[in-house]
């Protein structure tokens, strides 16, 4: 799987899940949720031939290569555009909801016209007509939709990944405001088990923040039992739950009886205070999630259960705080990339590479793994040509 693939089809799923959630959000904001809707189809129709287009580049077609570097610029532009959106929408609504609590008349619906901006429209509109000029120009291309089964890919990840990464950049805030939720309620939270979900696109960082989190000594001090496993593609009950038994008693379980499995954990983490962290979790159905939950309810009060995941539907399961994980600062994507680089926290000591290297780093659009795998290609590399 090639590199550009990896990232742009974590971006549109980023995307998509951004628009869908616009739609809803602003539905009010009268001219909006049909443009934002017109514009989310379109990506989904790109987002079905992503796979296929990447095969055909890698095979040397430059009309695709062409179409594949419009489809990422339109990419970045929109969420630049979606971003700048959010900010000024939630200003005015909060302008309109100060007035109404001041005597004003609520307005039902909100327009355009009460943007700061009266360019947001020309913006989206012009968004719009990239994305229908993208779509017509696939046609040719003879692209075909979802060539790749995701659901077989099962060696995406190591089955195990909970040692933390040697060098971490840019996450103090995320790191501390988590760890908050992990201990600071510990002490006086009235439930037994409750649920943080730590949610961004892939390539974005959130494993190696749990990986932070899990191996943080307050953390280790304030569980009595911790546990990790790495979910990916299919949502195993099974499998999941030997694994998590295997953590914690630290023997190898072969027994394939979930009932037994389940009575075994129950036993184990009985009035114990527990953490256990669910990596890569890409679909759970609600009957799963809830057979999955059944030995967790004896455990004492505080206890957590960690969920990284991409995807935004999973916030449904009952007992969840959320945590969005955005992008990294261009400052620490390139500490990011010259540590992997160059084994150095900066381009300082090596200023026949810091153009190229900041450059590079500005590429990687803040995703932390870009950099991570883009370092690693570049290591040991003399020749700043290179």
């Not at 995807?311 to 994507?333: E, P, T």
Request: aromatic letters at 8%; glycine letters at 6%; hydrophobic letters at 40%.
């Amino acid at each position: 799987m090639a590199i550009g693939e990896i990232f742009l089809g974590s971006f549109f799923q980023f995307l998509l899940e951004k628009l869908a959630s616009m739609v809803l959000n602003y539905a009010q904001w009268e001219g909006t949720d049909t443009l934002l809707h017109k514009c989310e189809e379109m990506l989904k129709i790109i987002n079905a031939v992503l796979d296929d287009a990447e095969d055909k580049q890698l095979d040397g077609d430059h009309r695709v290569k062409q179409w594949l570097d419009n489809v990422r610029d339109l990419a970045y532009d929109t969420k630049d555009l979606l971003d700048e959106f959010e900010i000024e929408a939630a200003q005015v609504k909060l302008g309109v909801e100060s007035s109404t609590s001041k005597g004003g008349v609520k307005r039902k619906f909100l327009s355009f016209s009460q943007l700061h901006s009266p360019t947001f429209e020309t913006k989206l509109q012009e968004i719009k007509g990239r994305f229908e000029d993208i779509v017509n120009k696939k046609a040719p291309l003879s692209l075909r939709e979802n060539v790749v089964d995701r659901s077989h890919y099962t060696n995406k990840r190591l089955p195990s990944t909970s040692l933390s990464e040697p060098q971490f950049f840019g996450r103090e805030k995320e790191e501390a405001d988590i760890l908050k939720l992990l201990i600071g309620e510990a002490e006086n939270v009235d439930r037994t088990l409750s649920i943080v979900s730590i949610i961004g696109m892939g390539g974005v960082g959130k494993t190696a923040l749990a990986q932070r989190l899990y191996n943080n000594d307050k953390v280790s001090n304030c569980f009595e039992r911790r546990a990790w496993v790495c979910v990916s593609d299919v949502f195993d009950v099974l499998d999941i739950t030997k694994t998590i038994l295997g953590s914690i008693t630290k023997e190898p379980c072969k027994d394939k009886d979930l009932d037994r499995l389940q009575s075994k954990l129950k036993d184990n983490l009985s009035r114990k205070k527990f953490l256990a962290v669910l990596d890569d979790v890409w679909n759970v159905k609600y009957e799963e999630w809830t057979s999955l939950l059944k030995p967790f309810e004896v455990g004492a009060k505080g206890s957590k259960i960690i969920i990284t995941t991409r995807n935004n539907s999973i916030v449904c399961i009952k007992r969840v705080s959320s945590y969005f994980v955005n992008v990294l600062s261009k400052d620490n994507c390139t500490s990011m990339l010259a540590y992997h680089a160059l084994r150095a926290r900066n381009f300082e000591g090596h200023p026949n590479f810091e153009k190229a290297g900041k450059r590079i780093a500005e590429k990687c659009k803040g995703l932390p793994l870009a950099a991570k795998m883009l370092g690693g290609l570049l290591h040991n590399r003399e020749n700043p040509k290179e």
